[in-house]
């Protein structure tokens, strides 16, 4: 005990001087260097907490480091998540992006998840085509593809064009709650996040199989792009979140407290729950204001360039935007 003492009140004093600079100086202007710096003293006390815990039963010393990693805690997220608040736009543009990255491997399993399902999905649909009203929803597995190619052409959007408004806040409401459930199942230690990725990846998959075999690509690819390049890596960005709190939940490599790790990992769940909540309005209104209108009034052509650029312009901005967000 001694030794670690020794070892560790460096630490705990200089990141207490860190702490009354920013006290006295409430705007200061640190470079990445000594921003990693405090941070990484922020780390490290909080492990130090940790082993004091099962070292010793001192109040005293508990109590002080307790004391510092929650000031530290409060200076390096609440104080970035009260700034934001004034600054939407850099919060979209910066924060947002910065902590998807910060979570890559999360992001991996997340997509990973999704592929898996959109493979079975294929290949269930693709072995057993009666089982396609079984697997898709909303009326899709009642009909072929080519009779809802000729009632779209047929009727030309006039069946939801005097209810835009409503329907795309209906498409946004769901979306959103498909989302946010995604990310809250991650309390289920994750098996509630992973059945929802693999489902979604399931009619996704069968979906795709139905329309490809029906000779009805185009028609999919006009149909899906437009908003799908927005909803699903929205969905799997919530995934991604639910992930991430499962990561915190077990705590796989971080001897931290359960309840440490949750504090940590809670800016970046709600900074990413903001911004899929954000992607998801947008999908809706692209939903409902054009991906419903198809050939002739729209041609197939257009809605594939609108999406594909979509996407170029989301995946542009999930790896470059943010990219100089420090903690501080």
Not at 45 to 54: F, G, K, N, Q, Y
Not at 65 to 87: D, P
Request: hydrophobic residues 45%; contains cysteine.
């Amino acid at each position: 005990m001694h030794r670690f003492l020794e070892s560790a009140r460096p630490v705990w004093k200089e990141l207490e001087r860190g702490l009354d600079h920013l006290e006295n100086d409430p705007d200061p202007q640190w470079d990445l260097a000594r921003t990693e710096a405090f941070y990484r003293l922020y780390q490290q006390t909080s492990a130090h907490l940790a082993e004091v815990r099962h070292l010793t039963a001192e109040r005293e010393l508990r109590g002080y480091l307790e004391q510092l990693v929650a000031r530290s805690y409060s200076r390096i997220y609440v104080r970035g998540t009260e700034r934001s608040r004034g600054r939407w736009w850099q919060w979209f543009t910066a924060a947002f992006p910065a902590a998807v990255r910060r979570h890559a491997r999360a992001l991996a399993l997340s997509v990973g998840l999704f592929l898996v399902g959109c493979a079975f999905g294929a290949v269930a649909l693709k072995i057993d085509p009666s089982a396609k009203a079984a697997l898709l929803p909303f009326g899709h597995g009642q009909k072929t593809p080519t009779e809802r190619v000729k009632r779209e052409m047929t009727d030309k959007g006039k069946n939801i064009s005097q209810a835009r408004g409503r329907f795309s806040a209906q498409l946004m409401t769901h979306n959103t709650r498909v989302a946010f459930f995604t990310l809250g199942l991650g309390m289920t230690f994750g098996l509630g996040t992973i059945v929802l990725l693999f489902y979604n990846g399931v009619i996704m998959g069968a979906i795709a199989v139905d329309y490809i075999a029906d000779g009805q690509l185009v028609f999919l690819l006009g149909w899906i792009l437009p908003h799908g390049s927005v909803e699903i890596p929205a969905i799997l960005l919530a995934g991604q979140a639910g992930l991430v709190l499962v990561h915190a939940l077990i705590g796989w490599g971080n001897r931290m407290p359960r309840r440490l790790r949750l504090r940590a990992v809670l800016p970046d769940l709600v900074t990413m729950a903001g911004g899929v909540a954000v992607l998801m309005v947008w999908a809706g209104i692209i939903e409902s204001f054009f991906s419903q209108y198809h050939e002739p009034v729209i041609p197939y052509a257009l809605k594939i360039g609108f999406g594909v650029v979509e996407m170029a312009a989301l995946t542009l901005f999930l790896t470059r935007g943010g990219a100089n967000e420090s903690t501080l």
